[in-house]
């Protein structure tokens, strides 16, 4: 092996790479690129998928239990967090739709009343 072909180790090469992401994050961070939140308004709490099971099928699921609960809030299923549970949010469909904690009766309205709008109507 010839003297040029043996310019740089490996050694800084990866010390160069790791220098080169520390600068990218540090310059990102002071320009304000990286947004840190503090708002948990519009946060995902998680990603679910929901299993169809029919009666005498078996599905595989994790027997570790999430960290996770489920409440009723104004009617709609609510996942709170089993650490921090201010720290809570609506279930909603792909097309941002609550998901209702009960089924509604055929002749109730479509949307449960809420404690707001009946106030207002007094």
Known sequence: MSQSEARYTVR???ITALVAVIGTVTVLEMSG???HSDNKD???VGD????????G??????PKAS???AVCENGYLAIAADVD??????????????VRCRRPAPTAPAVPDQPEASARNE
């Open 42 to 44: 519009h946060v995902p």
């Open 67 to 69: 960290e996770l609960h």
């Open 48 to 55: 679910f998928t929901a299993i169809h099971v029919t009666e």
């Open 12 to 14: 800084s090469l990866i």
């Open 33 to 35: 690129r990286i947004d």
């Open 85 to 98: 549970p201010s720290f809570r949010g609506i279930l909603v469909d792909y097309k941002n739709r609550g």
């Open 57 to 62: 099928e078996t599905f595989r699921m994790s």
